[in-house]
């Protein structure tokens, strides 16, 4: 190892994460930046994870990405074609993705690009869909399609555009500095980021060719979809974490993910290994008419930002979200962050949270910390219905499984007793 | 007095404000609501003053209003005409309106309209200019002028053009709400609520017919104008706060604000009549090149923020405020509103704090309360140069006088002696 001890490792490791300049600089079809996507392929969300394996929002999301793409009409040939393995499955993050939910993502679908401009590396998510009938959380109807057709055709291309006026993207450490101050926590709460990004972006927009039909119905979407920036702040963390990554040392947590069996995560010293357990179950609140009993277990790729230790770590940002989620009031809210800290090396100078006495946000989960303490990273997530179709029934918290940390341990300890 | 105790009244005041519904409903020119400004006749931030008597600031922007209409071409021909006593003075709280610093409004500024719904009544005020060399902090150059006809000329029928397009304008008790918990206090504090606004506002003024030009300064000027909410927060406050005015009972302040010289304030129980003492000069945090010294006394209808119960009574709800101000930290913003709820009735349910562990903001300033504890209400102010012409120089903090509270006792006392 270059580092003289863990410890100089694991600074290594943060010093990327505080430096990194993650700028939202694109918006184009997922297959035009990531090339696996040119054939009949589905991006998921977490670990590995087969088709017969997956839970049933996931299952529902790829029937919704099937039809959009055309390689079937209805979700009965959807089915057929995936059950006959004709279908090849990669995870999001594999391809420098991440992906909400089950995030299944193919070829046509329009992914958000943030570059790091200090590693130079890029990072993609598919766009946020609003709320209700959404693809992410395994409802793939006509409405849900052809709203995913609308975000290649026009949404895409009009932020492409208007993104391309900007002096070099958009500045995201700067959208998180501000909207950190404002009760958002990137997770399940971005009301004040996007607001900001469509503040911003809104005279760019004007300045495009894009008709005026389009603007009404881009800036209309923006403004209703207060989630917007959930997947830009999970392409930001992607492209910050795997900036981190490159260090390739040290014992600090550089992703978190689910795939509704099992969770994962990978760690500074071990490159692209996945480390995993059987993933928890979310709890919260629940949209009327829907409980507990239909919550599906844990998934999606947006425990990217709890990595990067916004999120539940920030959850004192938030104080809004511990009533939204389920989890109390100030004092829950600080208790949570505090807690979190335990577990991480430092705190993000960039990111100032006023609610915290102006200390930063988590910085660098360190897998020691977790084992030695018990207590695991508290991810903030929307709860999908465990039938497809469905899709989202509430919101809540759930923790990162302990069994994924101890593997990592020990793979690390094996790995620096050589 | 038709309720059966002063407590009783107070209630009836402070059911009164949060029953309140106000909507902006629309952007005209001052002349068309106010027809006292049909003339050379101007509005003036305070309780009423002569033309001698106003500090440098407030002078300043009467020059530039008299060259904004075309009274004068210079500041030696509007020193002139205001020396000569050819320009009528009124408050701006004598007619419906309130203004920030010098609150100076002439007939063809653009007024915000704004409408409360459970009262009929309706309330204006200019707006924002954002920072800088502007109007209200007593600039008057060319820059601030031609500023002034473009915000009458272009943002202002703009905005008028797109609240027709609404369904009886922007709910503005939402915005508060919503604002309230992502860190503005709605007086030194607007970015979230401004940028809520920009991004209700926008789908609507692509609707309209104004040209892409317009619209491209439009909204780059409402993205770019982070304080633009706090003249609409100014109009609502205004416009819910004379509501409550008309239960005529009481002891519940139903209006602070400053000329400059002196501190007025209005009380439930006494109507029209204004108490008034010296002002304070607010202290705080300068621009570089600036200091103490160089602080206009405290000046402007911007308390009227203070008055329905945010602003600097709101400070745990905007902890970037306190710093900002000069304030202190996390735990200053805390004993700050702690202060304040100590000489108000209650928490307004409309307009929950998260950082306040979810506790209304405060509701009904009492002048008993005021008197019998000596604390006075916490203003959150910018700070003008005491020189005409310079403009802002720095935001801090100012107490109201206990002074204006006394003398508002003594003649509630009078009157419910008999």
Partial sequence: ???????????????????????????????????????????????????????????????????????????????????????????????????????????????????????????????????????????????????????????????????????????????????????????????????????????????????????????????????????????????VMDSARTIQEGTIVTAMTRNGNEFGIRVSGMGDQWFTAPVNTPEGLFFTGYSQEDANPDIGDSAITEALGVGGMAMIAAPGVTRFVGAGGFDAAQNISDEMKEICMDHNPNWSIPTWDFKGACLGIDVRKVVETGITPLINTGIAHKKAGVGQVGAGTVRAPLGCFTKALEALVEKYAK
């Fill in 1 to 239: 190892m270059k580092y003289n001890s863990l410890n100089e490792a694991n600074q290594a490791v943060i010093d990327k994460i505080v430096s990194a300049q993650p700028y939202l600089v694109d918006v184009v079809p997922a297959k035009s930046v990531i090339k696996e996507l040119n054939g009949k392929v589905l991006l998921h969300a977490g670990p590995p994870i087969k088709w017969e394996q997956m839970t049933e929002p996931m299952k529902g999301s790829c029937y919704g990405a099937a039809i959009f793409e055309g390689w079937a009409t209805n979700e009965e040939e959807a089915h057929k074609l995936l059950s006959n393995g004709e279908i090849e499955f990669i995870p999001c993050h594999h391809v420098d993705a991440v992906g909400p939910m089950g995030g299944i993502t193919s070829g046509n679908m329009a992914v958000l690009v943030v570059e790091n401009k200090d590693g130079g590396n890029r990072a993609y998510c598919t766009m946020n869909e609003g709320i209700g009938k959404v693809l992410r959380f395994g409802a793939y109807n006509e409405e849900v399609v052809n709203r995913l057709h609308w975000m290649k055709d026009v949404l895409g291309p009009s932020l492409s555009k208007a993104l391309k006026l900007t002096d070099g993207g958009m500045n995201l450490n700067v959208i998180i500095a501000k909207a950190i101050t404002m009760g958002d926590e990137f997770h399940q709460r971005n009301i004040a980021a996007s607001a900001i990004f469509m503040k911003d972006i809104t005279p760019y927009l004007v300045q495009t060719d894009i008709s005026k039909e389009d603007l009404l119905a881009v800036t209309k979407f923006l403004a209703d979809t207060d989630q917007f920036f959930l997947n830009i702040a999970m392409a930001l963390s992607k492209a």
